[in-house]
């Protein structure tokens, strides 16, 4: 007979591990188009190719986050709040600079967002301070 815990456990570190090399390869990659964006710096506005690498570095400090929790997650087989906060908080500010560079923003994006950046700054603080690990 199949011992199911075993199995899905199996599985579910099986499935981590393809994911942590899929990310591997995403990070290399986004290092790759940031180099490669230099030259709108050079070639197009300042402004313009500044903006792409501001937004590729946001979003390759995301996809590390992703890893980082994947990588806490295959030795502890368990997913932290902090780091699920973080990595929240992190998109969050990435859209916050992508919308604030294409000024697309209005005061109620501004307003709404700025309220969620507190609750998850929040829940971040009190994930720190009720840690089950203390």
């Known amino acids: 007979m199949i ?26 990659a986004g290092m790759l188009m940031i180099l490669l964006d230099i030259r709108f710096v050079a ?9 792409k690498i501001v937004t590729n570095v946001l979003t390759l400090f995301i996809v590390i986050e992703f890893f980082k929790t994947f990588a806490d997650y295959s030795k502890h087989e368990r997913i932290k709040l902090t780091d699920i906060s973080d990595v ?7 859209e916050i600079t992508v919308g604030l560079y294409s000024r697309s ?8 967002i700025s309220v969620l950046l507190l609750v998850l700054g929040v829940i971040r603080v009190l994930a720190v301070r009720y840690s089950p690990e203390k």
């Open 3 to 28: 011992d199911h815990t075993k199995f899905f456990k199996k599985a579910t570190d099986s499935i981590v591990t393809i994911i942590l090399y899929i990310l591997l390869l995403v990070l290399i």
């Open 43 to 51: 070639i197009d506005s300042l402004e313009g190719g500044f903006n």
């Open 88 to 94: 929240t908080i992190l998109i969050v500010m990435r």
């Open 105 to 112: 923003f209005g005061y109620e994006t501004i307003f709404s």
